[in-house]
């Protein structure tokens, strides 16, 4: 018995130097930094995701994970790749520290986590294959892949995997965009018009280049459960239609001619409210979710949410090819 009081006498001394050790010094219980990773250093992107991560003096500066080494990659057939990818990687590694390593294989024993950032969706099933073989979260930029067939293949290699990924679009996180989905004065939402900037690029399906961003606006409001896409299409813009399963419709509208602005505007059952111009619009609301994944392993996205976003817009060229006619996702989903 006395053997034992003095061992619970013991442990409990112990546990109160502990405390006191951790009280004065609470950087010793805190944990270390998730080591982060960037493929791709092709895309604005790249600096302001760094500068957030890595600059305690940055006002939006996010704790729990810092940007340490990151592979250039770069298109040279994209002009916004190949004119940028030197600039912003000599800028991340001169201002923030980070370190410029000659492969993704390198890059990969490096880090604990990726931001798959090339601005050219083509290299992304290449460049995905090896994060998922060394079992490391990632988090796949816009454009998510250049086809639908390789944005599957994304999904069955994480699932393959078992190691997770999302992707998405600043957009959905925006303030007023969050704020018209959670308005309760709508009474539900029974359709949505969104709007945003829609250049293309010819290496990608029209809308996967930037037209991306509203049609993840409206995914956002409208949820998924999308039959049929139609599109109208002009030099200066296009208008998509989707029809969902409900019998709600949704529609985008990319902008090429005229302001270029991001908005959205949704019908209830009981009124209706929109997200107009100027609309905030920041990256640091994303990485913050994308720090949380980074963490937990939880995706706040869904691969299939994803996987009807890129059929939506695969969709809207099919349509555009078409003269306009609908199409049914499922003439894209079920190729083999």
């Not at 001394?13 to 998730?34: K, R, Y």
């Not at 520290?97 to 604990?112: A, F, N």
């Not at 640091?284 to 720090?291: H, K």
């Amino acid at each position: 018995m006395k053997l034992f009081t003095r061992l619970l006498t013991l442990a409990a001394s112990l546990l109160l130097v502990a405390h006191s050790f951790t009280a004065d010094h609470p950087q010793a219980a805190a944990q270390e930094p998730i080591k982060v990773g960037i493929i791709g250093t092709d895309t604005s992107h790249v600096p302001a995701f760094t500068k957030l991560l890595n600059d305690p003096k940055e006002p939006g500066y996010i704790p729990g994970a810092r940007v340490v080494a990151a592979f250039k990659g770069g298109s040279h057939d994209v002009e916004s790749s190949h004119t940028r990818v030197e600039r912003f990687a000599t800028e991340i590694r001169d201002k923030y520290g980070v370190e410029i390593v000659g492969s993704i294989e390198e890059l990969l024993t490096k880090v604990d986590a990726v931001l798959l950032e090339s601005v050219d969706g083509r290299p992304h099933l290449a460049q995905a294959r090896p994060v998922f073989k060394a079992k490391k979260r990632v988090f796949i930029d816009k454009p998510f892949a250049a086809s639908y067939a390789d944005a599957r293949e994304i999904v069955r290699l994480s699932r393959e995997s078992g190691t997770p990924f999302f992707s998405t679009s600043s957009l959905r996180y925006a303030a007023d965009v969050i704020a018209l989905k959670n308005n309760d004065k709508l009474g539900g939402i029974l359709g949505a018009m969104t709007f945003s900037p829609s250049p293309t690029e010819p290496h990608h399906p029209d809308l996967f280049w930037y037209g991306i961003h509203g049609v993840e606006t409206l995914y956002t409001l409208m949820g998924t459960g999308c039959e049929s896409v139609t599109r109208t299409n002009s030099a200066g813009g296009d208008v998509v239609t989707g029809k969902w399963k409900d019998g709600r419709l949704g529609t985008f509208r990319g902008i090429r001619d005229g302001k270029q602005d991001y908005g959205a505007v949704a019908f209830g059952a009981k009124g209706n409210a929109g997200a107009m111009p100027p609309m905030k619009v920041d990256y640091r609301p994303l990485l913050v979710e994308i720090v949380k994944f980074f963490q937990t392993g939880v995706a706040p996205v869904s691969p299939e949410e994803t996987l009807e976003l890129m059929a939506f817009m695969e969709a809207a060229d099919l349509s555009k090819a078409r003269g306009g006619a609908p199409v049914m996702l499922k003439e894209i989903t079920d190729k083999k």
